[in-house]
Nanobody
Framework: QVHLVESGGGLVQAGGSLRLSCAAA????????MAWFRQAPGKEREFVAA????????YLADSVKDRFTISRVNAADTVYLQMNNLKPEDTAVYYC???????????????????WGQGTQVTVSS
């Protein structure tokens, strides 16, 4: 079992920055992957970013790859999502997710993640 705790959401003006963090506790694995998804009102939940512990590789959605970065905090099972140049369309509830057994071809699929955080609201005003 893996428990995820998110923090860092809030209200920011367009063009501003926020950093979200997600800390994992429990039985992780060598192939542990932590990811961020977001869901705006009336829309489907969508992939934002992922970080794979094995190899230290990051993955970003095309819609955010020039503005967001995902990184791991030292050797801990904690990841940051640094969000720069935020836009009103980034407004959503952001969810941290994790998997101990994911295959890389499914890394952008929410169905591949078995552990989820409670979500944190990000609101970008115009």
């Amino acid at each position: 079992q893996v428990h995820l705790v998110e923090s860092g959401g809030g209200l920011v003006q367009a063009g501003g920055s926020l950093r979200l963090s997600c800390a994992a506790a429990g039985r992780t694995s060598t192939n542990f992957v932590m990811a961020w998804f977001r869901q705006a009102p009336g829309k489907e939940r969508e992939f934002v970013a992922a970080f794979r512990r094995n190899g230290g590789r990051s993955y970003l959605a095309d819609s955010v790859k020039d503005r967001f970065t995902i990184s791991r905090v030292n050797a801990a099972d904690t990841v940051y999502l640094q969000m720069n140049n935020l836009k009103p369309e980034d407004t959503a509830v952001y969810y941290c997710a994790a998997s101990t057994t994911i295959i890389l071809s499914a890394i952008q699929s929410q169905r591949a993640y078995g552990f989820w955080g409670q979500g944190t609201q990000v609101t970008v005003s115009s």
